[in-house]
DNA sequence: CCGACTTTGTGCACACGTTCACAAGCGCTA
DNA sequence: TAGCGCTTGTGAACGTGTGCACAAAGTCGG
């Protein structure tokens, strides 16, 4: 175990009767979890879920990092954030790591999700967002453009971003993916807090406003291009640095 | 931020007096910019593009990082990255920022971008791409179906994946965008990086195997979703468990 | 039953990124 | 020109995340 700070670090004997103290430590675990490594479960679970398919039933630390393009030292190190769930000597069973990955994940419950701006994207999204990740069924589309209402996309009907309150409530909504344009995000994302969303996944290039109790991810699209076109400039940069320092070309 | 894979480990600390290592450090420092920073001046640049709009002409790192939704000294710090172009006492200028920021992203530049795999998404990303970051044109799009080869998307017209490695070098195609479903990703991965292509965009739920020189960035829908899960999980967890513990609701 | 071999789980050290706190620097006013 | 108040730029402390290297713990063959 990492060595936090002073406070939680008596979790090995569980010595004062502390009331609300005397808990599995599996939900203290939770909390413990970087973000990082969070994201990288993530990957490990689809990977897994791949080789469960293929009838693989155990793998080892090495193998699977490679697949999953890290590192093995941190996905153990990853894995034991979960618990303890492999053989010594032999590697981890498929099955079980998928289990336990689903379980800190919270997938074993459908998380029900919407999606505001029914255009280009989220047309895309419509169609796609209950798929990969089997348990996120979309239940609720929302749009202002009254030529959409009503209309089926994906096999759900669009509603009006007036009635978020209402149908979020109704359908329990617990994830709200905004890909309406830039002005309409803010407006959008404050109806969705206020109809009990606490999860929030933002495409509009617009920083959003939110209570701390919130969590809100955003996808970029523009700043993952201008990274790249960082990258492409670096590249450049060092091409003609080693070009002026008569760098000689070998061959 | 996320997962990226364990590789840019060479982006250490500038070592001592190596041959070439004598430039006006503008270069050098755009090495040392942590990609963290990036990202965030990506974001900066979008809020400045839009106070220049407005007329402003002057703003404190309080006011810019209040819009950016970052702590101020994080964004001195990151501004610090690229050079000293505030006035204390004053402020920054929004138009010197804007093109330093520009700069060092290398958007001074266009760059070609293609996008491969023509569904929903390609779909929403061929009319989407260009606009954002007004940098970034796409000049090409891909896929198998002969049925969309030769249609024109967003204005372009759609080439059959078997010609990237032609028309990628026709149109000086710098970014490749993979918006295929997941088993072709690799294949397409492969022929981007034979025709030249440095840095990848990936919205495939797969993990790329590239050479090193070659930048992927990825954008995981299903990942997101389920880091989102894990938060809802987690809250209910800590509901039940101040349950639990007899907690006294107030009022 | 033992010893050799394999692979996990983790303590430790290091690197990275974030935050704090303050000196340095600039403009304004008198 | 000197003094004051404001804001930047950054050194240094801190916390988090990553990677190494090894002990612990299991399997397997003899």
Redesign the pocket.
């Known amino acids: 175990?990492?060595?936090?700070?002073g406070e939680d670090v008596e979790v090995v004997t569980a010595p004062g009767r502390l009331p609300g103290n005397d808990e599995p430590a599996v939900r203290e675990r939770a909390r413990a979890i970087?973000?990082?490594?969070v994201a990288r479960l993530a990957v490990y679970l689809r990977v897994l879920s791949g080789l469960a398919e293929q009838d693989v039933t155990t793998?080892?630390?090495?193998e699977l990092s490679a697949a999953a393009g890290?590192?093995?030292?941190?996905l153990?190190?990853d894995?034991?954030y979960i618990g303890?769930?492999?053989?010594?000597?032999?590697?981890?069973e498929v099955e079980v790591l998928v289990d336990q990955i689903e379980r800190i994940l919270g997938l074993t419950r459908k998380h029900s999700v919407c999606v505001v701006g029914i255009g280009n994207l989220g047309h895309a999204l419509a169609n796609y967002a209950g798929f990969p990740g089997r348990g996120f069924p979309v239940s609720a589309l929302f749009d202002v453009d009254d030529d959409l209402i009503g209309v089926p996309v994906g096999g759900i009907l669009v509603s009006h971003v007036d009635d978020i309150p209402r149908v979020c409530a109704e359908r329990e909504v617990s994830i709200g993916v905004i890909a309406t344009p830039p002005p309409a995000a803010q407006g959008v994302c404050d109806r969705l807090v206020s109809a009990g969303v606490q999860c929030i996944l933002n495409f509009a290039p617009v920083v959003l406003q939110v209570p701390d109790h919130v969590e809100v991810r955003k996808v970029d699209l523009a700043v993952e291009m201008q990274i790249l076109s960082f990258h492409v400039a670096r590249r450049a940069d060092e091409a003609a640095n080693a070009d002026e320092s008569g760098m000689v070309v070998p061959g």
């Open positions: 175990m990492g060595a936090r700070r970087p973000e990082a490594a793998i080892s630390s090495e890290v590192n093995s030292a941190k153990r190190k894995l034991s303890s769930y492999g053989t010594r000597g032999v590697g981890y």
